[in-house]
């Protein structure tokens, strides 16, 4: 998964939070159908909160969303 976050930003980049729990999301399932990996799980694996998680991994999907909409995808 090397780079993907590059690539997809378009040369941006997100907060290193950010960025970590967008990884670890995708990497345990997070956003498979049905989801594989509560947000619970993330934060326990993260050490955080889950509110702390829940909000690193919006923002991270939310600078995704603003870049693909703004044509960096």
């Given at each position: ?31 498979e ?26 923002r ?14």
């Amino acid at each position: 998964m090397n780079g993907w976050h590059t690539d997809l930003l378009g040369g941006g980049s997100l907060p290193d939070e950010q960025r970590e729990a967008l990884e670890l999301a995708v990497e345990r399932g997070y956003f498979e159908e049905p989801r594989a990996v509560s947000i619970e799980d993330l934060a326990t694996e993260l050490g955080v909160p889950r509110s702390t998680a829940s909000y690193r991994l919006r923002r991270a999907t939310a600078a995704l969303a603003e870049g693909f909409v703004d044509g960096w995808y």
